[in-house]
């Protein structure tokens, strides 16, 4: 098993572009989750998923979208990327909620120039 | 508000010799509490699990204790080698519905020979 896989490893965008940040997990993994990693903070939950077809918002939604449309698949949009959003973004999976052990992915380091 | 804090925010010990973690948290209700291993340009990696009725677990050389009439956890490593350098997070679960876990902002060790 791959585990849980992240693309890119490291992202440069200019302020107002848009890209995705893939996740993919191969353990039939129901939940899966996206954090964010910034210097001296604890990791911060952004968006997650109970499943296939469902998503919510986490404690800090704001400039990003989700969507589900696999068990296995669970993308990262940055609709117009600022700044603020320069950070270390992690996935997250695990078998049914988050209050089980999470398999995190290596992450992927974004710079907002 | 479910806040997790840690300390101290670094250390830096020899190798060989031992060092404990605390984790104080004010999470409720609470469900069980996590230690992780994050290595530097990694995610996260799980090394114990407790709940309310567990007080020591331990993990190899990692040992995790829970006072949870105290709301206090300490992660204690035994016999330090180079390869704990890293940062270590306390990650607290309620039992509630939605965004369940709650992030301490972890205590980065740095072993020297």
């Known amino acids: 098993n791959a585990g849980v896989t992240q693309t890119p490893k490291f992202q440069v965008l200019k302020t107002g572009q848009s890209m995705t940040l893939q996740c993919a997990q191969d353990m039939n993994h129901e939940y899966m989750s996206w954090y964010r990693q910034d210097p001296g903070m604890g990791l911060r939950l952004i968006h997650y998923?109970?499943?296939?077809?469902?998503?919510d918002q986490g404690e800090v939604p704001n400039g990003y979208n989700v969507s589900r449309s696999t068990t296995e698949d669970f993308p990262l949009r940055l609709l117009s990327a600022a700044p603020s959003q320069t950070s270390v973004y992690f996935c997250?999976?695990?078998?049914?909620?988050?209050?089980?052990?999470?398999?995190f992915g290596p992450g992927t380091r974004l710079l907002v120039l | 508000k479910n806040q997790v804090e840690q300390s101290p925010q670094s250390l830096i010990i020899l190798e060989g010799k031992n060092c404990t973690l605390q984790?104080?948290?004010?999470?409720?209700?609470?469900?069980?509490l996590r230690w992780y291993k994050q290595d530097t340009g990694r995610g996260p990696v799980s090394l114990t699990i407790?709940?309310?009725?567990?007080n020591t677990k331990s993990n190899g050389r990692y040992t995790a204790t829970l006072d949870a009439d105290t709301k206090q956890s300490s992660l204690h490593i035994t016999a330090s080698q180079l390869s704990d350098s890293a940062s270590y997070i306390c990650?607290?679960?309620?039992?509630?519905?939605?965004?369940?876990?709650?992030f301490g902002g972890g205590t980065r060790v740095l072993v020297k020979p």
């Open positions: 998923s109970v499943g296939a077809g469902i998503t």
């Open positions: 990650v607290v679960s309620a039992k509630a519905a939605g965004n369940k876990l709650t």
């Open positions: 984790c104080n948290y004010t999470v409720s209700p609470f469900s069980n």
């Open positions: 407790m709940t309310f009725s567990e």
């Open positions: 997250a999976s695990s078998f049914l909620d988050e209050s089980e052990t999470q398999y």
